[in-house]
């Protein structure tokens, strides 16, 4: 399985992506989490993997935390709907793990 990018771009924004402790991460976000965006500076937070936080879970979180993005870059009025953003996340991680 590939490593979860440490960069990637959407549109002409380039967002990098940190993996951080559970703590940094609920520092960060101010309430647990297992990832977070900050649209303004484009930089993507997720829990690393190891207790609390499964190697799926850290797939999972950075799908979630792309799908907030790639909403965000389109504009589009569901990019904070947390409902639409984690079924998207889902079908993002689902095509990623079974791409042939």
């Known amino acids: 399985m590939r490593r979860i990018p440490e ?3 959407c549109g002409s924004l380039t967002f990098t992506v940190k993996r951080v402790s559970a703590e940094e991460l609920e520092k960060r976000a101010g309430t647990p989490a297992y990832g977070l965006i900050l649209y303004d500076s484009q930089e993507i937070y997720i ?5 609390g ?3 799926a879970l850290a797939w999972q979180s ?3 935390e792309y799908a907030h993005a790639l909403l965000w870059v389109m504009n589009h009025r ?3 709907n947390e ?3 984690d079924q998207l996340g889902h079908a993002l991680k689902q095509l990623h793990d079974t791409a042939r």
């Open 47 to 51: 829990q690393k993997a190891g207790k």
């Open 83 to 85: 409902k639409v953003v």
């Open 62 to 64: 950075f799908f979630h």
């Open 78 to 80: 569901d990019k904070c």
């Open 7 to 9: 960069s990637f771009q």
């Open 53 to 55: 936080c499964s190697v």
